[in-house]
């Protein structure tokens, strides 16, 4: 069945330096994918989202890309911030009338070093 | 801030007991969603409701019940808890999507032991 993964389920990153997290998806018919953030006890919240017909946006800070090719997402934080710590993941959803379709990645950990 | 609001954020709970969890929003958004998630898992949906007094499955919707008399409010009750259900609960909302597509939002989640 389609699905949406992550390659490294961890990362460490000096704090300064730029992170990339990656997520492969496996639905083709996939139109839209958010990113999330998570820290520890809270909720999962919202960073940035693309639709298909894009393979590129930015936001303050963080940049998204899809590969559509290679089913490929990717979430890009410039000058990683300890407060930047986190688990995240990505979403992928295909078109369906409620939202009962988004399909969630497990998560990436985000740590950043001092 | 408005937003959504769970309740009660942490419960323990014994195995056979109904636990009943509360969800409200503000946005008055069309979408409410319950997902549970579990280590090594991504959310997965318990059940959703597209408005008022409509409601259906999602993909691990068995020991749940849930009712939407209020556009508001979407509580999940456990009808008989076992402790495979033990899990922390999220629940989210959204608009009707749009051209652009719309995000779901998350509340802060509540935590569920079963011992």
């Known amino acids: 069945g389609e699905s949406v993964g992550l390659h490294l389920p961890t990362l460490s990153v000096q704090e300064g330096d730029n992170s990339i997290i990656n997520c492969a998806y496996s639905?083709?018919?996939?139109?839209?994918f958010i990113w999330y953030k998570q820290e520890s006890g809270k909720g999962p919240q919202f960073i940035i989202d693309i639709r298909s017909n894009m393979d590129k946006r930015q936001g303050q800070r963080v940049t998204v890309l899809l590969n559509k090719t290679v089913k490929h997402l990717s979430l890009q934080i410039a000058a990683t911030q300890p407060g930047d710590s986190a688990v995240y993941f990505c979403?992928?959803?295909?078109?369906?009338?409620?939202?009962?379709?988004?399909?969630f990645g497990p998560g990436t950990r985000l740590s950043v070093l001092p | 801030d408005a937003g959504i609001t769970q309740s009660p954020r942490y419960k323990i709970t014994e195995t056979g007991r109904q636990v009943t969890l509360m969800c409200h929003q503000t946005w008055s958004h069309s979408y409410m969603f319950w997902y549970r998630q579990d280590l090594g898992h991504g959310l997965r949906l318990i059940y959703y409701?597209?408005?008022?007094?409509?409601?259906d499955k999602g993909e691990v919707p068995d020991g749940y019940v849930v009712s939407r008399s209020k556009t508001e409010n979407f509580p999940l009750t456990l009808e008989s808890a076992t402790r495979s259900q033990t899990s922390v609960y999220f629940c989210a909302s959204r608009e009707p999507r749009t051209g652009s597509g719309n995000t779901i939002y998350f509340g802060e989640g509540s935590w569920l032991t079963v011992v």
């Open positions: 979403a992928e959803n295909m078109g369906d009338n409620y939202g009962q379709n988004f399909v």
């Open positions: 409701s597209a408005a008022a007094d409509i409601t």
């Open positions: 639905n083709s018919a996939s139109d839209y």
